[in-house]
């Protein structure tokens, strides 16, 4: 009988060392994931990626303002159309090039907006996570990322009402039309036809929006990679991991997003000024509680792609930034 033990001895042996294995191996993809918390990229990085992104999704963007901007009073002779309907309307009556209409506004809106929300959450994050210290724990990283997404609502306000009056003008009788030619003409049209407070229109929810969608889209993102590496054994470089967690990332904005958006959507493509209050009583007297998640699907049909784009810039952008400025090689 003694023969029989050493085999089995062996084997627990040898299953100890394929756990201690790959333990080790957990171990240092977590540690070379919490490295890159404390290394200093510049403050535009997420701009720059949102901007990326932004060519990318425009089309869904558009759509889904489009959608939001429907009436949905029974007596409406215009019927409600669903998003590939919307589209297909575009396309045939004004080509396929108007999916791009307001592209100029998109650009600018996510070179103020994101810039500041990114550059300001990375900054903080930054601050809170000293050198050698843990990653910042969840409760950490959503007031980070809410502070971030207030202040870069506010900064990216102009830009965003700009984008949606440029992308739901086509939809408007040509005599209600305001024909911004780009970015730069809506902004002096607005300032001299309406006066400068006109370019924050809809600030509040516009802010809240923006605290909602950092919390839930960059803070979430840091979490859902850090369980996806320490707990499914992912590999922190990998575009797999960047890719699973920034879809997670943005099916949990799309939702908690949705009423705050349809809301400021509404109160930025008004011809005239009403009061956000008033508004969604007004929304909630003729619609109930249907509205809250009107244009969920297109919203996460563009805000899932345009979440996966632009950390997949992002952390392309990291990348580069380890191998050729700070001399990290590829996988540093």
């Given amino acids: 009988m003694p023969e029989a033990s050493v085999p089995l001895e062996v084997l627990q042996r040898q299953q100890e060392a ?14 070379n994931g919490n ?5 200093h990229y510049p403050f535009w990085f997420g701009g720059s990626a949102s901007c990326f992104a932004a060519c990318v999704t425009h089309p ?5 303002v489009r959608l939001q901007t429907q009436s949905s009073d029974p007596t409406s002779s215009t019927a409600r159309r669903s998003a590939l309907q919307t589209a297909l309307s575009i396309i045939r009556n004004d080509g396929p090039l108007a999916l791009y209409a307001g592209l100029s506004a998109s650009i600018l809106r996510q070179a103020t907006y994101s810039t500041t929300r990114f550059g300001v959450y990375e900054s903080l994050k930054e601050h809170f996570s000293p050198e050698n210290a843990p990653p910042p724990s969840v409760g950490t990283l959503i007031a980070l990322s809410s502070l971030s997404g207030l202040l870069g609502g506010i900064a990216g306000n102009p830009a965003d009402v700009l984008n949606v009056r440029m992308q739901h003008d086509a939809a408007l009788p040509a005599s209600e039309r305001r024909n911004y030619r780009h970015a730069l003409d809506g902004l002096v049209k607005m300032i001299r036809h309406e006066g400068p407070a006109s370019l924050f229109r809809g600030v509040w929810p516009n802010s809240l929006r923006g605290l909602l969608m950092t919390a839930s889209q960059l803070a979430s993102y840091d979490t859902f990679k850090r369980l996806l590496i320490t707990n499914a054994s992912l590999d922190p470089e990998k575009v797999s991991t960047h890719f699973a967690a920034s879809t997670l990332s943005g099916l949990l904005a799309t939702t908690v997003c949705s009423p705050v958006d349809v809301i400021k959507t509404r109160v930025m493509s008004a011809k005239e000024k009403r009061g956000t209050v008033g508004l969604v009583v ?17 919203s996460f049909v563009r805000l899932g792609p345009h979440t996966v784009a632009t950390f997949l810039f992002l952390e392309q952008h990291k990348k580069l930034y380890r191998r050729y400025v700070l001399g990290r090689g590829v996988d540093a």
């Avoid at 869904?60 to 889904?64: A, E, N, P, V, Y």
């Avoid at 007004?282 to 297109?298: A, K, M, Q, T, Y």
């Fill in 18 to 31: 394929a756990k201690r294995e790959q333990k080790e191996k957990a171990e240092a993809r977590t540690k």
């Fill in 35 to 39: 490295a890159h918390h404390h290394e």
């Fill in 60 to 64: 869904l963007d558009l759509i889904k």
């Fill in 282 to 298: 007004d929304i909630f007297r003729r619609e109930g509680l249907s509205w809250c998640f009107r244009g969920w699907v297109p």
